[in-house]
């Protein structure tokens, strides 16, 4: 069974950092895009970040120069810095074989709350 499982979330204050981690079981990371997503209460699911599976980044300007996403094997981290109170959310993985992130993308985890508040 093809599952992705996100751990590293948690309670943090303003200014704090966290790393997510996204671990691939069933199947191997390493010829799939991984994106990164959250959702934030009231809120719909928005795009974070996206990694090749030969390392090209992107993310969204709202974490751009504070996130950061790297992959090791059939890992993928999600280094949160400088963590602001709105970027409380549900943080999901994703992954899949096509040309970008999106909403589409066929495979998710069931995500990891990351509350940031003082």
């Known amino acids: 069974q093809l599952q992705l499982v996100e751990s590293g979330g948690g309670l943090v204050q303003p200014g704090e950092s966290l790393r997510l981690s996204c671990a691939a079981s069933?199947?191997?990371?390493?010829?799939?895009?991984v994106g990164w997503f959250r959702q934030a209460p009231g809120k719909e699911r928005e795009w974070v970040s996206c990694?090749?599976?030969?390392?090209p980044t992107t993310y969204a300007d709202s974490v751009k120069g504070r996130f950061a996403v790297s992959r090791d094997k059939n890992t993928v981290y999600l280094q949160m810095n400088s963590l602001k109170t709105e970027d409380t959310a549900v943080y999901y993985c994703?992954?899949?074989?096509?040309?970008?992130?999106?909403?589409?993308?066929?495979?998710w985890g069931k995500g990891t709350l990351v509350t940031v508040s003082s």
């Open positions: 069933g199947f191997s990371l390493e010829n799939f895009r």
């Open positions: 994703a992954a899949d074989q096509v040309r970008w992130c999106s909403n589409a993308m066929r495979y």
């Open positions: 990694i090749s599976k030969n390392g």
